[in-house]
């Protein structure tokens, strides 16, 4: 016969999160389901998500407005009967679990918004047998799941060890009171115990599922014992955790009330020295310090306030760390410069090749230097040029050459100007700049100080970090430079600042008035040769371990690694390419395989693969509107063809290949000059409006811009006009005037190498550009012919195969046009 549910004892009531509002006897009237001659049951079934019940607990659930779950549990409140509830199986996903419980509603609380919170109770478990559906409501089919066992010693023993940890876990906890272990204690059902233990502890949702499915109680017992220890474990460990750091906390409370004892005695006996070691360590270090006037007397003074200052306060901390700061700051501390033009001219063409300009600047910085001026002024240096140029490295050569101290600061993406002047005091973890934590780390006031990446700066709504440097990079101003944390002027002035940069356009032109601006060309095919001759091969041997082996590079064999597989005004790449070859080799060495002791051109694609980059070579015929233009990149010089078609149409300008606005205005500004020469020319009258001129420049993927290629495209577009060829072997580059003048371009050096390489026989350059070929190799001019030119018609004289008059055969197009017949006006179709 089945057993009823036994009285509800609010005691037992330990899950329960919202007050309980009704009269609590409405559970005494709600009876467990009677089973069939078939012992089964049916009742409505509610699908339960994150919460497991269990029998004899209680548990509140929050139910959305028009919900099926709500309908479900306020039927069953309204008929005081009871439904079953099932939890998802959390090993196989859309499958529920076959166990479930009987559950009592003993109270409905609606909500404002319609939704409502329902009071739960477990009643008992019960095994699922079917599923079904009926009025668009689930309902199951069950069996009450029985617990057969008998009282056995194992039983006995179990729920003795579970009540002893049980009790043990509620008086070191202390999250649970002595009533609790008493109802437990009362119950001497193994079953019953064990769920109502479970009830009452913090236990993960899938080890709660475990414990639900299971039927026997003594098992269930077995399976909580574990998990009582684990959580006595956990209290002793926390315990033992809190004990010491609570011992910590009471020596060190006790430390500083003798402190403050012993400074209170300390100013009773006048003594000058405080007895705390930290504050006795910069008492110290002040005395024996070299600090200017201001910087003591402030040091002095925050001194002061920490001895007053309880040690444990938090301004404390900042006290002490502001003037840890001053004395850790160099004030006077300097090395002596090492003044020796010749010791500095052997250490810097030790380390680079080329870079004229720089090594003389340098150079006559230090002959200035030398001299022992009366007034005297650091220079401010900015080093422009592609990357891979040796811009950083030459900082470090002259701090070698100088016997200065290197330090160096990136300004990539800085973008808050307090990460220059640092931040002010009152915030907490305040700390000074870069300028002066970088000062701190050189420990001298005059080393080579390095600003790299200026042009990468950027602002925002912190302020911008380029306007803070314009104090720092001011010799009128950097003698007393404004931290905002040291709140002290602070002398840079002897210090040497270099700058560097990829683009002198990116810097602020305020910054750069500061600057003495120094242009690092890109290196060319002779400059890279000797490079890597120099420095990159025996770098590259020492760093694969080949140092010891005869490995020789042929020139025909570099040039195809610069040629076909880099494309850079450095040498970075470069350096990577010959160090891939390089690790080939050592490869073999390690295999022990013979290595080869020279690397030949033919050899070049066996180590690093198909070429990559191609060059643009002279074209070999002389052809009617292709003339050659000459471009700077920043990787180097190139030539660049340029295609112009004269073609039936409308007088439409077409220009295309990812052109620019200002060579677009060189292309229009090149045809106004033709049509100005139309008659000397002997153009056809009205051949401009009869046809179109179409300007292409290949490799259309890559952008192209600036008013160099002027002459270039006069000369193509008179060349398609006039149906005259351009010569094959002649390259040119210069901006143009409406009246045909030729103006001088930049870029000058890289332009007449590329076209050197490209085998060009002669350059069109502008009269005014005449000085820009004093760098360039004396070697080239045997075989590249350089012409000046001031005006168009010299371009054209040199540049055409034939005189410029108009050579083709003209033939007006034939007129679309036909009579209307209202009005007997011609009414031609427009081109859109």
Not at 210 to 234: A, N, S, Y
Not at 662 to 677: F, P, V
Not at 773 to 801: G, N, Q, W, Y
Request: proline share 6%; net charge negative.
């Amino acid at each position: 016969m089945e057993e009823d549910f036994p009285p509800f004892k609010p005691d037992m009531d330990i899950r329960l999160k919202l007050p309980i509002l009704a009269d609590m006897s409405h559970l005494h009237e709600v009876k467990n389901r009677k089973p069939g001659a078939d012992s089964l049951m049916k009742a409505p079934l509610l699908f339960i998500n994150d919460t497991v019940l269990f029998p004899y607990a209680m548990t509140t659930l929050h139910f959305e407005k028009g919900s099926g779950a709500l309908d479900i549990v306020a039927k069953a409140f309204e008929s005081n009967t009871t439904f079953f509830g099932i939890s998802p199986d959390p090993l196989e996903k859309d499958s529920y679990l076959a166990i479930g419980v009987e559950i009592a509603v003993g109270q409905i609380v609606p909500e404002d918004d319609g939704s409502a919170s329902g009071l739960l109770q477990g009643r008992r478990r019960v095994h699922i047998q079917e599923i079904l559906v009926e009025n668009d409501m689930p309902y199951a089919t069950a069996v009450v799941a029985r617990d057969n066992s008998r009282k056995s010693r194992e039983a006995t023993a179990l729920t003795n060890l579970v009540l002893k940890a049980y009790a043990q876990f509620i008086e070191e906890s202390g999250e649970l009171s002595d009533d609790i272990l008493n109802l437990a204690k009362n119950i001497d059902n193994p079953s019953q115990l064990a769920d109502f233990i479970t009830s009452t502890l913090e236990i993960p949702y899938k080890t709660r599922l475990d414990l639900l499915v299971e039927i026997k109680g003594t098992e269930r017992l077995r399976m909580l014992l574990p998990i009582l220890m684990e959580k006595l474990q956990l209290l002793s460990l926390e315990a033992e955790i809190q004990s010491q750091v609570q011992g910590e906390m009471d020596q060190s409370h006790r430390e500083a009330y003798l402190q403050e004892q012993l400074n209170q005695i300390q100013k009773q006996l006048g003594e000058s020295k405080s007895v705390d070691p930290d504050i006795r360590n910069l008492e110290d270090l002040l005395e024996t310090k070299p600090l200017g006037r201001e910087a003591r007397e402030t040091a002095q003074k925050e001194l002061g306030r920490l001895k007053t200052t309880p040690s444990l306060s938090p301004e404390s901390g900042m006290i002490q760390t502001y003037v840890r700061w001053i004395l850790d700051l160099p004030w006077i501390e300097k090395t002596t410069d090492n003044l020796s033009i010749l010791h500095a001219e052997e250490i810097l063409n030790k380390n680079h090749y080329g870079l004229k300009k720089a090594k003389d600047r340098i150079l006559e910085y230090l002959a200035v230097h030398s001299l022992i001026p009366k007034r005297s002024r650091q220079p401010i240096l900015c080093f422009v040029g592609a990357p891979g140029t040796g811009k950083t490295s030459l900082g470090q050569s002259i701090a070698e050459a100088m016997e200065r101290k290197f330090v160096r600061v990136s300004l990539g993406g800085v973008h808050d100007e307090a990460e220059i002047r640092g931040h002010r005091r009152t915030y907490i973890g305040a700390l000074p700049g870069r300028i002066l934590q970088t000062m701190k780390k050189a420990g001298v006031i005059n080393p080579v100080f390095m600003l790299d990446e200026v042009d990468k700066l950027s602002s925002d709504f912190q302020g911008d970090p380029a306007a803070a440097l314009l104090e720092v990079l001011d010799p009128e101003q950097n003698f007393a430079f404004q931290d905002h944390y040291l709140d002290i002027p602070y002398d840079l002035s002897s210090t040497l600042f270099i700058t560097t940069a990829n683009s002198a356009a990116a810097i602020p032109p305020a910054l750069l008035d500061r600057m003495e601006l120094i242009e690092f060309p890109g290196y060319i095919q002779e400059d890279k040769l000797e490079i890597s001759r120099q420095f990159l091969i025996p770098e590259q041997l020492l760093q694969n371990g080949l140092d010891e082996e005869p490995i020789f590079f042929t020139d025909a064999a570099l040039i195809r690694v610069i040629e076909a597989y880099t494309y850079e005004a450095g040498v970075r790449n470069l350096e990577r390419e010959i160090g891939a070859i390089l690790r080939k080799i050592a490869r073999l060495k390690s295999e022990g395989k013979p290595i080869p002791t020279r690397v030949d051109e033919e050899d070049i694609q066996g180590y690093l693969g198909p070429q990559e980059f191609f060059q643009q070579n002279a074209e070999l015929v002389d052809e009617i509107g292709l003339a050659t233009a000459m471009a700077w990149t920043e990787s180097s010089g190139e030539i660049m063809p340029i295609e112009v078609l004269a073609i039936p149409g409308k007088s439409n300008l077409q220009i295309t290949g990812q052109i620019g606005e200002i060579m677009q205005e060189s292309a229009q500004a090149a045809l106004s000059y033709l049509k100005s020469r139309a008659e000397l020319f002997q153009i056809p009258e009205g051949f401009f409006e009869e046809y179109d001129v179409h300007i292409h420049v290949p490799e259309g993927a890559i952008p192209k811009d600036g008013p160099s290629a002027g002459i270039t495209l006069a000369t193509a577009i008179t060349s398609a006009v006039l149906g005259v060829p351009v010569r094959h072997d002649v390259a040119m580059t210069g901006e143009i005037t409406l009246r045909g003048r030729v103006l001088p371009v930049g870029g000058v050096r890289e332009k007449v190498l590329a076209a050197y390489r490209a085998g060009i026989k002669k350059v069109l350059l502008p009269r005014k550009n005449e000085k820009d070929l004093e760098e360039l190799p004396a070697r080239i001019f045997d075989t590249l012919k350089i012409v000046f030119v001031e005006h168009m018609d010299e371009v054209l004289a040199e540049s055409l195969s034939n005189p410029p008059v108009f050579a083709k055969p003209h033939k007006a197009p034939k007129s679309k046009s036909r009579k209307t017949a209202q009005t007997g006006t011609d009414e031609s179709p427009k081109v859109i």
